[in-house]
C-alpha cells in the first residue's frame, strides 16, 4: 500500500511541474526553518561538550595530583572528597530542547509565530512581546534554502537524485554558516555525508565506486599536503582540518576528475573575498578568514554543472 502511494505520488510530480516545485518549495522553506536552529544550536552542544569533558578531565588530574602530594596541605582531604566536590551544573542543549525562545525576554516562540518567512513579515521582525529586533538572516536562510532546493529540482527532475542532492545542500548550507560565524566545519554534519556519497555511488549514482573512492582520498590528500607545505615554508597553519574532509565529501559525490576544478574556483573566490576584506574592511594578514564556505559554494556548483565548466576552462587554455 505505501509503495503503490509513493508511485502515485511520483506520477503526480511528473504530470504536474507546477505541483512538483511547490512540494519542493515549500518543502525547503519548512527545512530552512530548521536549519536555523542546527547552525545556532550545534556550535553551542559542541562547546558545552568540550567543556565538560574538559572539566572533568582536569578534575582528575588534580585529584590525583593532590593524592600524590603528602607534603601539601590539601593532601588532607580525601581524593574521593574532592571527586564530590559539587560542580556547575549546564542545562543540557539539544536541537529540541529547551524549546526556542526570545533572547531578550525569554518568551517562548508559539508555533504560528515560527512559520516559514510568513511569521517574521508578519511579527515585522519583532518578538511580539518585548519588539526586539529579529535578526533578517533568519528568513533569508529559508528563502535561501527554498532556491536553492528548486534549483537541484528544476536542476534534476523526478529523480531520486533531486532527493539527495537537495540533503547534500542543506548539510552545505549549515557548514557554511557555522563556518562563517566560529571558524569550525563539525564532524558531525561533514562525515555522514561523506559517508553517503560514497554509498550512493555503490550503485554508480554520481560516478563510479572506483572514482568516488579515490576522489575522498585525493580530496583529502590535496590539502592535506598544502597545509604542512605551507606550515614547513611559513610555520603558521593556513587553514583548518575540517576542509580536508569538506573536499574529501565532494570527492565522495563526485569523484576525482573535479576536484581541480572545485579548488581552483574556491581558491579564486577565497582570494577575491580575503582581499576585499583586507582592503575596505581594513582586515589584518592575520586574521584568519574561513575556508569552508567557498568550498562549499565551490563544491554544490561542481556537482550540478560542473563537466561543462571544467569542458569549457580546458578549452580555453
Known sequence: ????????????????????????????????????????????????????????????????????????????????????????????????????????????????????????????????????????????????????????????????????????TFGLICLTLIDFDHMLLPDQIVLPLMWLGLLLNLSSMFTSIENAVIGAVAGYMSLFSIFWLFKLVTGKEGMGHGDFKLVALFGAWFGWELLPLLILMASFVGAVVGISLMLFKRYSREQAIPFGPYLAVAGWVCLLWGEPIWQWYLSTL
Open 1 to 168: 500500500m505505501n509503495l503503490e502511494i509513493v508511485n502515485q505520488v511520483v506520477q503526480l510530480f511528473e504530470t504536474s511541474n507546477l505541483f512538483f516545485y511547490t512540494v519542493v518549495v515549500v518543502f525547503s522553506l519548512m527545512i530552512g526553518s530548521f536549519l536555523n536552529v542546527v547552525i545556532y544550536r550545534l556550535p553551542l552542544m559542541l562547546q558545552q561538550g568540550w567543556t565538560s569533558e574538559c572539566r572533568e578531565y582536569l578534575s582528575s588530574e588534580l585529584v590525583n595530583e593532590l593524592a600524590n602530594e603528602s607534603t601539601d596541605e590539601s593532601a588532607d582531604k580525601p581524593a574521593d572528597e574532592l571527586a564530590n566536590t559539587p560542580k556547575t551544573k549546564q542545562t543540557p542543549l539539544t536541537l529540541s530542547t529547551p524549546a526556542s525562545s526570545c533572547p531578550n525576554c525569554q518568551h517562548k516562540i508559539r508555533f504560528y509565530e515560527n512559520i516559514p518567512v510568513i511569521s517574521w513579515l508578519f511579527l515585522k521582525g519583532k518578538c511580539s512581546q518585548c519588539k526586539t529586533k529579529i535578526s533578517f538572516r533568519y528568513p533569508l536562510i529559508e528563502i535561501t534554502t527554498a532556491i536553492l532546493g528548486f534549483v537541484v529540482a528544476q536542476h534534476f527532475g523526478v529523480s531520486a537524485l533531486t532527493f539527495w542532492v537537495m540533503l547534500l
